[in-house]
Nanobody, 121 residues
C-alpha cells in the first residue's frame, strides 16, 4: 500500500490542523494506521494509531485529549485532527500502516512521506 500524508503547515499555538493520509494500491480499511512525528534533531516517535479490526484508537500521552485519529473508509483516508497545538508539536508527521495495530505500534512496514507541522509560540 502506498501512503501520502498532507495537511501540514504553519499554525499559532492553540490553533488546529487536520492531517490526511491517503492510500493507493490497497484498501486502507484493512490496515491499522498510525501517525508518527519527528521533531528537529530528534528521533521519530509514535503519536496515534487506529486499529485494523474495530477502530480502537491509541495515543501518546503527550497528545491525549488534543489529537483525534479517525478513518473514512469510503474515501480510503485516515485523518489526524490536531487541536490546542503547542510549539512542542512541531515536526514532520508521517503516516504508516501495517496489517495489525500492534505491528504499527512496534514498527510498521508501510510509510508515507512526511508533512511538516510548525507551531509558533
Amino acid at each position: 500500500v502506498q501512503l501520502q500524508a498532507s495537511g501540514g503547515g504553519l499554525v499559532q499555538a492553540g490553533g488546529s490542523l487536520r492531517l490526511s493520509c491517503a492510500a493507493s494500491g490497497r484498501t486502507l480499511s484493512s490496515y491499522a494506521v498510525g501517525w508518527f512525528r519527528q521533531a528537529p534533531g530528534k528521533e521519530r516517535n509514535f503519536v496515534a494509531a487506529i486499529s485494523d479490526s474495530d477502530d480502537t484508537t491509541y495515543y501518546a500521552n503527550s497528545v491525549k485529549g488534543r489529537f483525534t485519529i479517525s478513518r473514512d473508509n469510503a474515501k480510503n483516508m485516515v485523518y489526524l485532527q490536531m487541536d490546542s497545538l503547542k510549539p512542542e508539536d512541531t515536526g514532520v508527521y508521517y503516516c504508516a500502516a501495517d496489517v495489525r495495530v500492534h505491528i504499527v505500534l512496534e514498527g510498521p512496514l508501510y510509510w508515507g512521506q512526511g508533512t511538516l507541522v510548525t507551531v509558533s509560540s
